[in-house]
């Protein structure tokens, strides 16, 4: 089994910044892709940004020059910097993994992230 589990969610004011984190336990004996998704209220879920092993990285126009993704492969952790965030920009925010493609095996159980004033 595999397990991921989020932390770093919370409220923050828009302009402000948050990081997300995420770390990939259990029988992991590789993995290609790691990502965040999104899920706003009443809209489906949508990709964030993902990072491979080598580190490619590809973000949803919505959001780059202003969220960074990265990760740290010893660590099997991928993480979110999320800059100049703004209220479109609230929803769960789910990691996922991928151990041969870039589409996501598995989830986490998701992190709110809600940007108000």
């Known amino acids: 089994q595999v397990q991921l589990v989020e932390s770093g969610g919370g409220l923050v004011q828009p302009g402000g910044s948050l990081t997300l984190s995420c770390a990939a336990s259990?029988?992991?004996?590789?993995?290609?892709?790691m990502g965040w998704y999104r899920q706003a209220p009443g809209k489906e879920r949508e990709l964030v940004a993902t990072?491979?092993?080598?580190?490619?990285?590809n973000y949803v126009d919505s959001v780059k020059g202003r969220f960074i993704i990265s990760n740290n492969n010893a660590k099997n952790t991928v993480y979110l910097q999320m800059n100049s965030l703004k209220s479109e920009d609230t929803a769960i925010y789910y990691c996922?993994?991928?151990?041969?493609?870039?589409?996501?095996?598995?989830w986490g159980q998701g992190t709110q992230v809600t940007v108000s004033s």
């Open positions: 990072i491979t092993s080598r580190g490619t990285t």
């Open positions: 996922s993994m991928a151990r041969w493609t870039l589409d996501p095996e598995y």
């Open positions: 259990g029988s992991i004996f590789r993995i290609n892709t």
